[in-house]
């Protein structure tokens, strides 16, 4: 829905106002990310532009819109507008069990030894709606390590929605489709074709806003932090910048998981070295 105007001039109550003309050097996206900061709080020129530019135009060219500048007006006053672009431009793509063969370490090997250190605080940094974290509630819940020894699940998100939806513990049959049917009937109970997070994991897991690029978390606080298949959408030094603070945020002996695209870089000056696939371990 384009919002500019075109046609001849009128006066009177009919007249019609046109936009300014706009300098030819003026950059639509640049303006756009600044709009967005100042409206919400998602900071879009942190992320790599190619990627995140080609989400913004598709979006606004299938409602005729070319010049990102002239969507402010909806976005000021529609918030369904607002939500819809809000889905299209942060990433929400999530599931339960999502990359099984992470799970499968996660669950073999790293609660195990974290269980032995006695207990286990989790950070689901980007936890959208929660898939993430009621995973790994789940495959605590079934190695009995809720029930012997502290578990808490903490997930943060810039989304004010998913957080929401996070609390609520609620998944389709889409978001378990290629979830191991005992372990999901261990720890969901199925509603109405939706699978319930059972009262075990929801005592695990608590959900809050929060902005990776701008939270600093208490160093030495947690012994798991899973970062997975976010870190890809940001700019080198931005993406350097927030291992760094993931890093600092575990406990000697904790894990960092990144996702199965990504790695650390410079991990040994982070105090990381690789323990499995994916897998960081902090000295």
């Known amino acids: 829905m384009s919002l500019s105007t075109d046609g001849p001039a009128r006066t009177g109550a009919n007249r019609r106002t046109y936009p300014r003309p706009r300098p030819a050097t003026s950059d639509d996206y640049v303006d756009f990310c600044l709009f967005l ?56 793509v999530s599931q339960l069990w999502r990359n099984p063969e992470q799970w ?53 998100d810039i989304d004010r929605r998913m957080i929401a939806r996070a609390r609520r513990g609620r ?53 798991l932090i899973l970062c997975r298949n976010t870190v890809i959408y940001f700019n080198e030094p931005i993406r350097d910048q927030l291992h760094a603070r993931l890093a600092s945020a575990l406990r000697p002996g904790g894990f960092l998981m990144v996702g199965s695209t990504e790695r650390v870089a410079h991990a040994a000056e982070l105090g990381l070295a690789s323990a499995y696939p994916f897998i960081y371990r902090k000295s």
């Open 37 to 92: 900061q100042q409206l919400c709080g998602i900071e879009l020129l942190q992320y790599k532009r190619p990627q995140m530019e080609r989400r913004l135009r598709s979006f606004y060219a299938q409602r005729g819109v070319t010049d990102l500048r002239d969507s402010f007006p909806a976005l000021r006053g529609d918030a369904t507008h607002l939500s819809e672009l809000l889905d299209r431009v942060t990433i929400n």
């Open 104 to 156: 499968d370490l996660i669950e073999a090997k790293l609660i195990p030894a974290l269980a032995e250190r006695g207990g286990i605080n989790a950070w689901s940094a980007g936890c959208s709606y929660g898939a993430e974290a009621y995973t790994l509630a789940a495959l605590c819940h079934l190695a009995g390590a809720g029930s012997r020894l502290r578990v808490t699940i903490h997930g943060t």
């Open 171 to 223: 998944f389709s049959e889409e978001d378990a489709r290629s979830a191991p049917r005992a372990k999901l009937l261990a720890g969901f109970a199925e509603t109405e074709g939706n699978w319930q997070a059972k009262p075990g994991l929801m005592a695990m897991t608590s959900f809050e806003l929060g902005d990776l690029l701008t939270m600093s978390p208490r160093p030495g606080s947690y012994d």
